[in-house]
């Protein structure tokens, strides 16, 4: 336990220094601080890792069964889509300056919260749930690499003389699709599975419970979006501020709708 | 007329209004508790916690939004407008495998191969092997200006969205199909009658019959045994007769029949109201699942006929602590009860504190999915194949009039990559058009 609290800070400490360092790298073009912050983040994930695999190793499986255990493995996700991203494609590094700081604020939330251990029920142990849960965490880690993206674009749109290292606006806009992209088809995959998953456990493929019904929207404006850009041409500030207006609805399912109303998922976001 | 509607319903805008009316029908049902979806005591204390708006809410129906006429004609709007781009797409994708279909003539890049002199026929005929030995699918066919030679290649991955808005027009129609077909038999089993509390918060179920759904489809099903989390049934019909086990995650299959045992279950208390020789049992749930143990507290449950709530809590020791309260005071009355204690109520008569007791929750479903499924495993297949297929078309027009040699071509994404084919197509066909050199050639 303690060595799960010693790793996880110790990881959002990297994570925010080297938030730090890369905005502070990017606003005054500083190389050397874009790399101390590369190295900060590597650093921290690999903290991050440690911290999972112990908790992992403590309950006896996989981290999805409350804010603790998914907050910490969204953020995980997250940085590492990032970082992975960026070993390939180094253009990517400066959303970082977006995906950072939210990963290490719902890493530390996640940490603040309850941390006791809970049994995996049978109704809950089912290779569905694990393919569902791995499904919604790539889906929160996608949308969020693209709407850091998207927020990129509209700071260096709205101001061009700051964040002169970022990429050019194009290579934005691409990134931004192709990061929607991405978590539109795990967004999908995430339904599918939840559904069956729900109709071999509880009877019902769908319930209209709230997480459900707020998945679905978030689902249905992230096709818009994909539609607006290929068949209506939106393109530029436009579709970054659509895809900005898109997360909104998946924050609203993640983190609003279970501490508002009762839903089923209820257990594992908060 | 229905040639109108149908175009109508394939409009952009259409679909847009469709869904933003869909988000506040489903935001409705987020905020106001759903009629099968929350236990009735959670609807009984959304009523009393909103006294001004629940008649409202009533007459509105809007405990039952998602079954509403008007929210699934919304849906029904959504299948029929995805029908109707479905429709269109698929005309395109038919079209553009006819020759000359979908190639934008007046878009196309000319080249000239002749220093601007039109090709003659035997030219443009002689370009056909340099397309396809780029790859090109070649067709030719005749036009009023004359004879046409058409290559093409690569792929917009137009089927790979066919198939998705299909498939997703499938399984929105499955599921309202198996909403509305659906029948489902579900019950709380309070393990009140003579169970077992083990140490691992095991409870067992004497045997004993159990039976219902006979009315409906002609199989009985006698419940033998319930654990946490497994058990047995018995199952009768015309077929003939079976056991078979209960376990969480693996639902019996019998005929169109499907049963399946929940495992969201926890403790209940039975508690007694009586005021002189009247007597009023009734079971309330402490806890949904079992987070925590059974420190989470009940809704609410009323008491009928009085003006008072009732919440519970249970303590570790399996004591109670009881809250009854009355909306306009608040708490009127708590304490912490041991089994078979009594309390006073404001009114003068007594609550007790009856017995501890289990739930789970059996349901019987008849609901076939197997659409639905193929429906979902349609549209992700068509989301990958229209997604992340390449998708990038070049075509080449040769014709016999003044226009002499078209290029053009289209790419979702990597158009440098399109760009260089169409450099390289460029120079296959001038050098493939070039006049030979005469006899004898150059020094």
Redesign the interface.
């Known amino acids: 336990m303690i060595s799960q609290a010693i790793t996880g800070w110790t990881a959002i400490a990297l994570y925010a220094v080297a938030s730090a360092a890369l905005i502070v790298g990017l606003i005054f073009a500083r190389d050397g601080a874009v790399r101390w912050a590369t190295g900060a983040a590597w650093t921290g994930l690999a903290a991050h890792t440690a911290f999972l695999a112990l908790r992992w190793n403590e309950v006896g499986h996989g981290p999805y069964l409350n804010l603790y255990e998914v907050g910490s493995a969204n953020s995980w996700v997250a940085v590492a889509l990032l970082l992975g991203g960026a070993a390939r494609q180094p253009r990517l590094l400066p959303a970082g300056a977006a995906v950072l700081p939210a990963s290490f604020l719902l890493f530390g939330v996640a940490m603040l919260s309850s941390s006791r251990p809970l049994p995996l029920l049978p109704i809950l142990d089912s290779a569905w749930l694990v393919l569902h849960a791995c499904f919604a965490k790539l889906t929160y880690g996608a949308y969020l690499v693209a709407t850091a993206v998207a927020a990129l674009y509209l700071i260096k749109d709205g101001r061009p003389g700051v964040l002169e290292r970022a990429p050019a606006l194009p290579i934005l806009e691409d990134l931004l699709h192709r990061f929607v992209l991405l978590g539109f088809v795990m967004h999908s995959l995430m339904i599918a599975t939840g559904a069956v998953w729900s109709q071999r456990a509880f009877g019902h493929h769908w319930a209209w419970d709230p997480i459900e019904t707020w998945a679905f929207i978030s689902w249905i404006c992230y096709g818009v979006f994909l539609h607006a850009r290929a068949l209506h041409g939106w393109r530029g500030r436009r579709l970054a501020l659509l895809a900005c207006a898109c997360f909104a609805a998946i924050v609203c399912a993640f983190f609003g709708v279970p501490y508002l109303y009762t839903t089923s998922h209820n257990l594992f976001l908060r | 007329m229905i040639a109108a509607a149908w175009a109508w319903f394939r409009r ?1 805008r259409v679909a ?1 209004a469709l ?1 933003l009316l ?2 506040p029908g ?1 935001g409705i ?3 106001v508790p ?1 009629v099968g ?2 236990p009735p005591s ?1 609807l009984e204390a959304w009523g009393r916690a909103h006294e001004g708006a629940a008649p409202f809410v009533t007459a509105l129906g809007l405990h039952e939004v ?1 079954s509403s006429p008007l929210f699934l004609a919304l849906l029904g709007g959504l299948i029929l407008s995805t029908a109707s781009c479905t429709a269109h797409h698929v005309g395109r994708e038919l079209a553009a495998g006819r020759p000359g279909g979908l190639v934008p003539l007046e878009t196309l890049e000319p080249v000239d191969p002749a220093g601007g002199a039109p090709l003659d026929l035997p030219e443009a005929a002689a370009l056909a092997p340099v397309l396809a030995r780029a790859g090109y699918r070649t067709s030719s066919w005749p036009t009023a200006d004359g004879w046409v030679l058409s290559g093409r290649k690569g792929s917009l991955g137009g089927w790979g969205s066919v198939v998705f808005h299909a498939s997703l027009g499938v399984a929105l129609a499955a ?1 309202l199909f ?2 509305a077909t659906r029948r ?1 038999a579900y019950t709380e089993v309070v393990v009140g009658q003579a169970f077992v509390d083990r140490p691992a918060d095991y409870l067992q179920v004497a045997p004993g019959p159990l039976s219902w759904w006979r009315d409906h489809t002609g199989t009985e099903i006698t419940l033998e045994r319930l654990g946490r ?1 497994e058990g047995s049934l018995h199952l009768r019909s015309a077929a003939g007769e079976r056991s078979a086990e209960l ?3 693996a ?1 019996i299959e019998e005929g169109p029949l ?1 049963i ?1 045992l ?3 279950n926890g403790p209940a208390v039975l508690l007694a109201r009586c005021r002189g020789a009247e007597r009023d049992e009734g079971y309330v749930h402490l806890a949904r ?4 143990g059974g420190d989470v507290p009940s809704p609410a449950f009323g008491l009928p006929g009085t003006p008072f709530g009732v919440a519970c809590r249970l303590l570790p020791e399996r004591s109670l602590k009881v809250e009854v309260r009355e909306r306009a005071r608040g708490v009127v009355a708590a304490a912490t009860l041991r089994r078979g204690e009594v309390m006073a109520l404001p009114d003068g008569s007594t609550l007790a504190y009856v017995d501890l007791s289990a739930w789970t929750t059996l ?1 019987v ?1 008849q ?1 076939d ?1 197997a659409p ?2 193929a429906a ?1 495993a349609g ?2 297949v068509g ?2 194949v229209m ?2 297929s390449e998708r990038w078309q070049v075509w080449v027009v040769a014709t016999g009039s003044t226009r002499g040699l078209l290029l053009g071509g289209q790419a ?2 990597a158009p440098a990559f399109l760009r260089e084919e169409l450099d390289a197509l460029r120079i296959a066909l001038l050098a493939a058009s070039r006049p030979a050199a005469p006899c004898g050639g150059a020094p």
């Open positions: 952009p847009l869904i869909l988000i489903a049902g987020t905020l759903q979806r929350a959670e998602y599921g198996s909403a489902a989390g376990a969480v995650n639902p499907t399946y929940g495992d969201f699942p079992v987070a925590g349901e479903l609901d999915v639905l499924y979902l549209c992700l989301l990958v997604l992340f979702r994404k």
